[in-house]
Structures are given as structure tokens and as C-alpha cells.
């Protein structure tokens, strides 16, 4: 009797197909970017020096390959324009990211007590801003905003304000634009995990005792913390890099480090130090997936 063929051939291949995929459209461009990010700036085309030639042999690629410097590292690491960036960036999404946590959270939170005919719906409206242009709803957000915009119009019909108040070009703009494009990243991850729990959980918490803020802080709270971690990525991660909403929302005085690359790449040509800040950009966002990864790892583990 011949055993059965665990590996067929459209197991192998769809088991290899993400790994090509990742090959293809992730890696291979990252080398490219590592190898400008060792690169020097050049008056040329393209505006960086060694160009690999692979047709002038394999000794010129050797002699291409002791070209390579490491300068532009030393010169982010020296230069205050890109420290200050980084820590913006860094220091923006943080403080993004706990606000859509705590903006988020009772969304999800709200969604998840509602009765099965009405969940649906709330999901709808909560992905329907995905209908829409992102560059469309943040060109939106400087009609709301700015002197003669919708904002300061309500604020002054309702007698809180006397003059319009400059919303444009402030941190304020950013961390409103920012929130309401991002929201749905955190609440999706949040209601997924906490539309999972047992509700007998939370009634056997109350039959022992615990008041409802108790149970949700040691019983809720803990079963959601996958989704926390995932919407917490979600939002974290994009918001660092970000660049649309800044540069329409925020002032110019302050740059972030999605601002700054593009700056090098287009203003200046500078796409060896852009390239080096995209590298150290990754390096830095590595730390965070594989901590959420290991808690995974432990999550799983223990409810083995």
C-alpha cells in the first residue's frame, strides 16, 4: 500500500508563491535601496555613484563593490535636520496612535454590544471612508479647516468663537487629519478580537462579584490586548511614514521623515541619504513587528 502525497504540486507551489512573492516585490527593490544607500551623490543619471554594470564584467562589479561607503549613515546620525525628523515622526505617531487607542477602543467596544442585525452596518460605516480618494478626504480636511471653512462657520454660528481661528498649518490639523484617515485600522483589529469573546466570561465575572468596571479591566481588556497589538501596528507603522498629511495639514517648519525623503529625492536629488533614511526608516519598524510577533508566539503557547 503506497503512502499518500502529503506535497502535491499545488501545495509546493502554493507554498512557494508568497515566498516569490516577497522576493520580487520586497526584497529585490530593497537592495537596490540598500545599495544607494551606500552609494554617493553624483551629477548624473542616475544622480548616485558606483552604477553596477554587470555587462563590463565581474571585475568591475568587484571594483564597484569597494566603492560602497557608509557616509551617508554617519551623516544622519550627525546631522540635527534628520535626528529632529526621525524623533518627530516617532514622537507623532505614539501620540497618534494612543489617541485612535483611546478613540477606537469603545468604538470597537460599542460595536461589539450591538444586536447581530445592527453589526453589520456598523462595520459598513466604519470601512465606507475607504470609498473614497485618501487624497480626497485629506484635501477635504483643509476645506473643513481652514479660516472660512466649515469648522470656524459652526464654531462662530454657535457663539463659541468671534474671529476664525487658524486650524491650517498646526500639529492640531495633522493629529485630526491622521486620526480620522487611520480610525478604521484600529477599530477593525479591535472589534475582531473582542467580537471573539465568551460573553459567559464577563457574566461569570459578575456572578463572582466583579462590578462591570472590574470585569472589563480583568477580563475584557486582557482577551483584547491581540487586537490592541494589531491595531496599534496597523496605525503606528504607516503613521511614521507619512507624508500626505503633514505636508497638506501640518505646518513646514517641523518636517517629518516622510517629508524629509521626499525632499532628497525630488528637491535635492539626493537619493543616497533618502535611500539610507528608507533603510534605517525599516530598521527601526522591525523592532516593534517582531516583539507583536513573539507576544503572539506567547499567546498561543499558553492557550495551547
Known amino acids: 500500500m503506497s503512502r499518500p502525497r502529503i506535497f502535491t504540486r499545488p501545495a509546493r507551489l502554493a507554498a512557494i508563491l508568497p515566498y516569490a512573492w516577497l522576493l520580487a516585490l520586497f526584497l529585490t527593490p530593497f537592495l537596490f535601496i540598500i545599495r544607494m544607500s551606500l552609494s554617493m551623490t553624483?551629477?548624473?543619471?542616475?544622480?548616485?555613484?558606483?552604477?553596477?554594470?554587470?555587462?563590463?564584467?565581474?571585475?568591475?562589479?568587484?571594483?564597484a563593490l569597494?566603492?560602497?561607503?557608509?557616509?551617508?549613515?554617519?551623516?544622519?546620525?550627525?546631522?540635527?535636520?534628520?535626528?529632529?525628523?526621525?524623533?518627530?515622526?516617532?514622537?507623532?505617531?505614539?501620540?497618534?496612535?494612543?489617541?485612535?487607542?483611546?478613540?477606537?477602543?469603545?468604538?470597537?467596544?460599542?460595536?461589539?454590544?450591538?444586536?447581530r442585525r445592527w453589526q453589520p452596518i456598523a462595520l459598513m460605516l466604519v470601512v465606507v471612508p475607504f470609498w473614497t480618494s485618501f487624497l480626497i478626504r485629506v484635501y477635504a480636511w483643509i476645506n473643513i479647516l481652514q479660516k472660512d471653512g466649515l469648522l470656524n462657520g459652526a464654531l462662530r454660528a454657535f457663539h463659541v468663537i468671534e474671529t476664525p481661528l487658524a486650524w491650517l498649518a498646526t500639529d492640531t490639523a495633522m493629529y485630526l487629519g491622521i486620526v480620522y484617515s487611520y480610525l478604521p485600522f484600529m477599530i477593525l483589529p479591535l472589534y475582531a478580537a473582542m467580537e471573539k469573546m465568551d460573553a459567559s466570561l464577563i457574566e461569570a465575572a459578575a456572578d463572582l462579584g466583579c462590578s462591570r468596571l472590574k470585569a472589563f479591566w480583568l477580563?475584557?481588556?486582557?482577551?483584547?490586548?491581540?487586537?490592541?497589538?494589531?491595531?496599534?501596528?496597523?496605525?503606528?507603522?504607516?503613521?511614521?511614514?507619512?507624508?500626505?498629511?503633514?505636508?497638506?495639514?501640518?505646518?513646514?517648519?517641523?518636517?517629518?521623515?516622510?517629508?524629509?525623503?521626499?525632499?532628497?529625492?525630488?528637491?535635492?536629488?539626493?537619493?543616497?541619504?533618502?535611500?539610507?533614511?528608507?533603510v534605517v526608516l525599516l530598521v527601526l519598524l522591525i523592532g516593534p513587528l517582531l516583539m507583536y510577533e513573539k507576544m503572539q508566539r506567547r499567546a498561543l503557547e499558553r492557550g495551547a
Request: net charge negative.
Open 66 to 115: 569597494g566603492q560602497l561607503s557608509g557616509d551617508n549613515f554617519a551623516l544622519l546620525i550627525s546631522d540635527s535636520l534628520y535626528l529632529f525628523a526621525g524623533l518627530r515622526s516617532l514622537t507623532v505617531a505614539a501620540v497618534s496612535t494612543a489617541l485612535l487607542l483611546l478613540i477606537g477602543y469603545p468604538v470597537a467596544y460599542a460595536m461589539t454590544r450591538l444586536s
Open 42 to 63: 553624483a551629477v548624473a543619471q542616475p544622480p548616485y555613484a558606483p552604477v553596477f554594470d554587470i555587462t563590463a564584467g565581474w571585475s568591475a562589479v568587484i571594483e
Open 219 to 278: 477580563v475584557t481588556l486582557p482577551l483584547s490586548r491581540p487586537g490592541i497589538g494589531a491595531g496599534a501596528l496597523l496605525c503606528f507603522i504607516p503613521v511614521v511614514g507619512e507624508f500626505v498629511i503633514p505636508d497638506l495639514l501640518a505646518g513646514s517648519d517641523r518636517l517629518m521623515i516622510g517629508q524629509t525623503v521626499w525632499l532628497e529625492f525630488f528637491t535635492n536629488r539626493d537619493w543616497s541619504v533618502a535611500s539610507a533614511m528608507a
